[in-house]
């Protein structure tokens, strides 16, 4: 199985290829899924001594880890004001205090591990309307209390200084978050990971499960004998490897084009100091500039993770209201992607038995939990599972409607959201 045809699969670094599992194999760990949450679970615990195996059904970061916006987004889909409202003071306490430290971790990769992924700092969240803009005034203040303190408000004079459009009254400066090459991202920590001795087999994928002690992971070809199992493949995993993951969560699908490649005087007149921006509708819209000065452009939500059948038909229009100065730009590269998502916008962590743990659902923003669930796994399995508990205690909900009428409902429960957002209510 190949990657799609993105921008990010055309312009990945060169690597050496991993094999397929054709034997049955002993480890410590097997990690069921190769993107972001496996990779970085392995690295922890390689570099902790374990010997780990991941299995990937296809290749390296080939799901949401390799496709996706490539925005280093601090906290979760839901922030700790929130959090605290739902699950009380001292889970936002404990989950606050994690809620910068997924970025924290990937720029220590990189560094590390000299990673070539093109890692340019700051982020914006762009504000469309005056309550939008109050709410980003309530969450400067938040963060700070929680120890970023790295942010900068942007009236309407200073948003327009740093994005060209007139779209945007106002907007928040995230020093701390960024954007990146994901999928380069995910080769070099898959190299780190071979470095310290892990072993990745792609076009491996898991087709069942035996738990016990120890659990047994067959694939076509082969089967993996390990003391603990972590499941981590998120929208991609099937639902008939281990069906209790599915029933709390949905996938959903995001579309992303790329433009050809801009002059460097065409892409900086559009995004001066190179942040990358996300918009504060429920339906958000998102975009930065790559290396090669593209503009990479996405937005909008696919029930049920549906291919579409147009992504430049969805997101072209979406792109002309920001910037109507690229009325006419040429679209090199358009493609889809799955996230998970799951009804509370919290991600879900547990065990589905004394030895097999999940992580699963950040619902969007996966770039930066993904790299936090990796090293709450690995402290579980030295021996502390007080971070690991205070994501896994959160309620896990199913999605009304059932298995059969859940897309439906969320379908339409988004469409309300989207005339609040375009009404300004």
Same mark, same amino acid.
């Given at each position: 199985?190949?990657?799609?045809?993105?921008?990010?699969?055309?312009?990945?670094?060169?690597?050496?290829?991993?094999?397929?599992? &054709?034997? *049955?194999?002993?480890?410590?760990?097997?990690? =069921?899924?190769?993107?972001?949450?496996?990779?970085?679970?392995?690295?922890?615990?390689?570099?902790?001594?374990?010997?780990?195996?991941?299995?990937?059904?296809?290749?390296?970061?080939?799901?949401?880890?390799?496709?996706?916006?490539?925005?280093?987004?601090?906290?979760?889909?839901? #922030?700790?004001?929130?959090?605290?409202?739902?699950?009380?003071?001292?889970?936002?306490?404990?989950?606050?205090?994690m809620m910068f430290e997924g970025a924290e971790i990937i720029r220590d990769r990189?560094?590390?591990?000299?990673?070539?992924?093109?890692?340019?700092?700051?982020?914006?969240?762009?504000?469309?309307?005056?309550? &939008?803009?109050?709410?980003?005034?309530?969450?400067?203040? $938040?963060?700070?209390?929680?120890?970023?303190?790295? $942010?900068? $408000?942007?009236?309407?004079?200073?948003?327009?200084?740093? =994005?060209?459009?007139? !779209?945007?009254?106002?907007?928040?400066?995230?020093?701390?978050?960024?954007?990146?090459?994901?999928?380069?991202?995910?080769?070099?920590?898959?190299?780190?990971?071979?470095?310290?001795?892990?072993?990745?087999?792609? &076009?491996?994928?898991?087709?069942?499960?035996?738990?016990?002690?120890?659990?047994?992971?067959?694939?076509?070809?082969?089967?993996?004998?390990?003391?603990?199992? =972590?499941?981590?493949?998120?929208?991609?995993?099937?639902?008939?490897?281990?069906?209790?993951?599915?029933?709390?969560?949905? @996938?959903?699908?995001?579309?992303?084009?790329?433009?050809?490649?801009?002059?460097?005087? &065409?892409?900086?007149?559009?995004? @001066?100091?190179?942040?990358?921006?996300?918009?504060?509708?429920?339906?958000?819209?998102?975009?930065?500039?790559?290396?090669?000065?593209?503009?990479?452009?996405?937005?909008?939500?696919?029930?049920?993770?549906?291919?579409?059948? #147009?992504?430049?038909?969805?997101?072209? @229009?979406?792109?002309?209201?920001?910037?109507?100065?690229?009325?006419?730009?040429?679209?090199?590269?358009?493609?889809?992607?799955n996230f998970l998502l799951t009804l509370s916008r919290m991600p879900q962590f547990?065990?589905?038995?004394?030895?097999?743990?999940?992580?699963?659902?950040?619902?969007?923003?996966?770039?930066?939990?993904?790299?936090?669930?990796?090293?709450?796994? *690995?402290?579980?399995?030295?021996?502390?599972?007080?971070?690991?508990?205070?994501?896994?205690?959160? @309620?896990?909900?199913?999605?009304?409607?059932?298995? !059969?009428?859940?897309?439906?409902?969320?379908?339409?429960?988004?469409?309300?959201?989207?005339?609040?957002?375009?009404?300004?209510?």
């Amino acid at each position: 199985m190949k990657y799609v045809e993105s921008y990010y699969a055309a312009t990945a670094n060169p690597h050496a290829p991993w094999p397929l599992l &054709q034997d *049955s194999i002993l480890c410590d760990v097997c990690i =069921i899924g190769g993107g972001f949450t496996g990779l970085s679970a392995a690295l922890y615990l390689t570099e902790a001594g374990y010997d780990v195996v991941v299995l990937e059904a296809a290749r390296v970061g080939y799901g949401a880890s390799g496709r996706n916006g490539g925005q280093v987004v601090n906290s979760y889909s839901r #922030d700790v004001d929130v959090i605290e409202q739902r699950y009380g003071k001292e889970s936002a306490r404990m989950l606050g205090s994690m809620m910068f430290e997924g970025a924290e971790i990937i720029r220590d990769r990189i560094d590390r591990y000299a990673i070539a992924c093109d890692y340019r700092p700051g982020g914006i969240f762009a504000a469309l309307n005056a309550r &939008q803009m109050g709410h980003l005034c309530t969450q400067e203040k $938040l963060w700070q209390q929680y120890g970023n303190h790295d $942010l900068e $408000l942007l009236d309407g004079r200073g948003i327009r200084r740093e =994005i060209a459009t007139d !779209r945007y009254v106002g907007g928040l400066l995230d020093k701390r978050g960024g954007h990146l090459h994901p999928l380069n991202l995910a080769l070099g920590e898959a190299e780190a990971i071979r470095r310290h001795g892990g072993r990745i087999y792609e &076009q491996s994928a898991a087709l069942n499960v035996a738990y016990g002690t120890p659990n047994r992971v067959k694939t076509e070809q082969g089967e993996v004998t390990a003391k603990y199992v =972590i499941f981590a493949g998120n929208a991609y995993l099937p639902t008939r490897v281990e069906p209790r993951l599915s029933g709390k969560s949905m @996938p959903c699908g995001s579309q992303i084009v790329a433009t050809e490649p801009l002059s460097r005087d &065409q892409a900086l007149a559009l995004l @001066p100091n190179n942040h990358c921006v996300e918009d504060c509708n429920y339906l958000l819209d998102y975009f930065r500039l790559t290396a090669d000065n593209r503009l990479l452009y996405g937005g909008g939500v696919v029930y049920g993770a549906r291919e579409p059948g #147009d992504i430049e038909a969805l997101i072209r @229009p979406k792109l002309r209201r920001t910037f109507p100065q690229l009325q006419n730009v040429k679209l090199d590269f358009g493609w889809s992607g799955n996230f998970l998502l799951t009804l509370s916008r919290m991600p879900q962590f547990g065990r589905l038995e004394n030895n097999v743990y999940f992580m699963q659902g950040d619902s969007g923003h996966g770039v930066t939990c993904t790299h936090l669930s990796g090293k709450l796994i *690995s402290e579980v399995l030295r021996g502390d599972a007080e971070r690991f508990d205070a994501f896994a205690n959160l @309620p896990h909900l199913p999605f009304p409607g059932g298995r !059969r009428f859940k897309i439906p409902l969320t379908a339409m429960g988004a469409v309300w959201y989207a005339i609040r957002d375009r009404l300004g209510v």
